[in-house]
């Protein structure tokens, strides 16, 4: 038995439709085979809050082992994951390859999935997850959403923590009248026939953030792929479902899969690459999709034609080269490296991308923001998801930058929210922006 497999780490398909995925006693067994090995290995001690509730369980149990925890009191556990996927990817020797095979995240989706099939998602879970129809809705009446959604506003804050449980002083994304779709077909941007990778298509999968919550990365995305020659088109069928596959909610997440792939095949087929805006969402279609749905033949072909938005221009860079233009930003940058970018196992092409920008300052920072989606905003989590933070957000405040940067808009929020907090002054910047907000910038295009 060796310590750690030599091979790079694969993930085997969710089999969710195998009645032994959701029985109760065969996910007890394999909770406690990886617990047990876990409590050996203790690696993961500060990465997130699911390792040291589990570790507390066993150190506190009668006999100190894991035989004497009961099955009930892994729940909180398993609630505590975000399905950040940092352990898999960055820490855990003992991933398939390995004998052990090991897939800690995957684990407490099985658990979650079972719960789900068992009782469905709470109300409030229900309501959080329905990011098209939340957009939708709020996007009707922008002014009023981000009246009611803004943080100190006492008369509706109290009442969505009592209707949706979302903790009154949780910061939420903005809401915007006009998409990014709308936005783009308003005002296609010129594409430059000159730039070194002209001829290039690239389908800009919107996702739900940046169709309704921050519509400026995707215009930011599309002037810099023209000022690139790259001709782009804006397709948004639907979300990609992360929030549903947070809540353990796998059918819904196929249903997304197969609608989304449907419409998107046929402009693959055209020869187009689609570039998902968020991580989570290119997470989602590269790999998470391809697990669920195994045999489906448009999954696989979107999975291997699609990009992340950083990747796909660390791409152009190298093997067309840039288009000339690009000037130094005016400050430091702190980056930090979103988790489901790092799950996307690409390298840190956030950080690539930005060193393209000539004398580009950046502190990277590499660890996980805590604040996992949904989970993050939540009554009974914001406190815990500003104390896995906490790290980040000192990181961030300590590199004094001039602008904060994560490719995840929900972590870099969160990071503002963790560096007002930390009670050492206020912090040095109130925004976070995407890395081709910045890219955008530098070649004066924002
Ligand atoms: S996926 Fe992330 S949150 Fe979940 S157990 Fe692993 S490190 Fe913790
Ligand atoms: S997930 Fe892997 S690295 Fe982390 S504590 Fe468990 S066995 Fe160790």
């Not at 439709?17 to 876990?38: G, N, Y």
């Not at 939708?136 to 959604?149: D, I, S, V």
Request: proline letters at 7%.
């Amino acid at each position: 038995m060796t310590e750690g497999s030599l091979d790079a780490p694969v993930r085997h398909p969710l089999a969710w439709d195998d009645p032994d995925f959701t029985d109760p006693d065969k996910i007890d067994a394999e909770l406690r085979r990886v617990f047990d090995i876990c409590h050996g290995c203790r690696r993961c001690f500060n990465l997130c809050d699911s390792f040291p509730r589990l570790f507390d369980l066993i150190d506190e149990s009668e006999s100190g082992e894991l035989d004497s925890v009961e099955s009930k009191d892994f729940k909180p556990v398993v609630d505590a994951c975000t399905l950040c996927d940092l352990c898999f990817m960055t820490k855990c020797p003992y991933v398939p390859p390995h004998e052990f095979d090991l897939d800690f995240p995957h684990l407490m989706l099985r658990y979650r999935y079972a719960e789900f099939k068992k009782q469905g998602a709470a109300f409030a879970d229900r309501q959080l997850t329905e990011t098209d129809r939340n957009g939708r809705l709020a996007g009707m009446m922008p002014g009023l959403a981000n009246w009611a959604n803004r943080e100190g506003n006492s008369l509706t804050r109290p009442l969505l923590e009592k209707t949706l449980d979302v903790h009154h002083e949780a910061a939420l994304p903005k809401f915007h009248g006009r998409t990014f779709k709308a936005r783009a077909a308003a005002a296609p941007p010129q594409v430059n026939r000159e730039a070194p990778a002209f001829g290039r298509k690239a389908v800009l999968y919107a996702t739900c953030f940046a169709n309704y919550n921050n519509p400026s990365i995707g215009t930011a995305t599309q002037a810099v792929l023209a000022r690139n020659g790259v001709e782009t088109r804006v397709e948004y069928p639907r979300c990609c479902g992360m929030p549903h596959l947070e809540q353990g909610d796998i059918e819904r997440v196929a249903e997304h899969a197969r609608e989304v792939s449907r419409a998107l095949v046929p402009l693959v087929d055209e020869g187009y690459h689609i570039v998902a805006l968020v991580p989570s969402c290119a997470l989602m279609l590269k790999f998470e999709w391809p697990l669920i749905l195994p045999e489906d033949e448009n999954i696989k072909k979107l999975s291997a034609a699609t990009r992340d938005v950083t990747e796909y221009v660390v791409e152009i860079a190298k093997n067309e080269g840039l288009a000339d233009g690009l000037k130094p930003l005016d400050g430091k940058v702190a980056l930090h490296l979103a988790c489901h970018a790092r799950a996307q196992n690409m390298g840190a092409k956030a950080a690539e991308m930005l060193r393209l920008i000539p004398d580009a300052k950046l502190d990277v920072i590499e660890r996980c923001s805590g604040h996992g989606g949904s989970w993050g905003v939540k009554k009974e989590f914001f406190d815990i998801a500003l104390k896995v933070g906490k790290p980040v957000a000192r990181q961030a405040k300590k590199a004094e930058p001039t602008y904060l940067s994560s490719e995840c808009p929900l972590a870099g929020m969160h990071i503002v929210q963790g560096m007002e907090r930390l009670g050492d002054g206020p912090a040095p910047v109130q925004e976070s922006r995407h890395p081709i907000e910045l890219f955008a910038m530098a070649y004066g295009l924002a």
